[in-house]
């Protein structure tokens, strides 16, 4: 039980840097109980050992349903839920939006098959994963639309993490269309999220409009 109280510690701690309140609260919870379980252990003589290795197990079965209800299977990123929730309860922190979309994944579902096509999301997953970090929060949002929250920086952060994406994508031999937007009189996320993926569909339509790339196979 103290291993798990051990990990339970660590991922709280790192939850907390990460503005993520709810299921930090889970981790306190499972660490809490743990260690109650121990000390009763420890006072009875240690008659209830089996108990308290189930009392854990159970309570970081709890965090690890926590965390995948938080995180796309596929990706490993951050899901729409969690996209929802972090928009509501951090909004005065995120200075910037970074929108994503990956181009082609219809024709290369269409000629090499669906596992071509989740390969390729997960590798830009990869990529995506690559710039998180407490103040740069990744999701996926839909399909093949991905989307970067930052969190108390400015424009430099999010160009060079923007930066950073579209050069692993490209050395991936993968394709996005990519858009963003910083908070700089007080506009609302809401306000954010659409500027980023206006100007996202604008870049969108710019590779769509180049020769042998065709709209109808997006």
């Not at 306190?28 to 009875?44: F, K, P, R």
């Not at 269309?177 to 870049?203: F, K, P």
Request: glycine share 6%.
């Amino acid at each position: 039980s103290f291993y798990y109280v051990y990990i339970v510690i660590r991922l709280t701690f790192i939850k907390f840097q990460q503005g993520r309140s709810g299921e930090a609260n889970i981790l306190i919870l499972c660490a809490a109980a743990c260690v109650l379980a121990a000390l009763i252990d420890a006072q009875l003589n240690g008659e209830l050992v089996i108990p308290t290795i189930l009392i854990s197990c159970v309570f970081f079965y709890m965090f690890l349903r926590s965390q995948d209800t938080n995180h796309d299977s596929l990706t490993r990123l951050l899901n729409r839920q969690s996209f929802y929730e972090d928009c509501v309860n951090l909004e005065p922190a995120v200075t910037g939006v970074a929108s994503i979309d990956m181009n082609g994944l219809k024709v290369l579902n269409d000629s090499e098959g669906h596992t071509a096509g989740d390969q390729a999301l997960s590798t830009l997953g990869r990529c995506l994963l690559s710039v998180a970090s407490r103040d740069i929060l990744a999701y996926r949002v839909g399909g093949d639309e991905f989307i970067l929250l930052f969190l108390n920086g400015n424009e430099a952060m999010v160009r060079g993490a923007l930066d950073r994406v579209l050069s692993r994508v490209e050395a991936a031999s993968l394709s996005v269309s990519s858009g963003y937007a910083c908070r700089e009189h007080g506009e609302d996320l809401h306000t954010l999220i659409n500027l980023s993926d206006q100007r996202m569909y604008a870049d969108k339509a710019s590779y769509y409009s180049r020769p042998g790339h065709n709209r109808r196979t997006r």
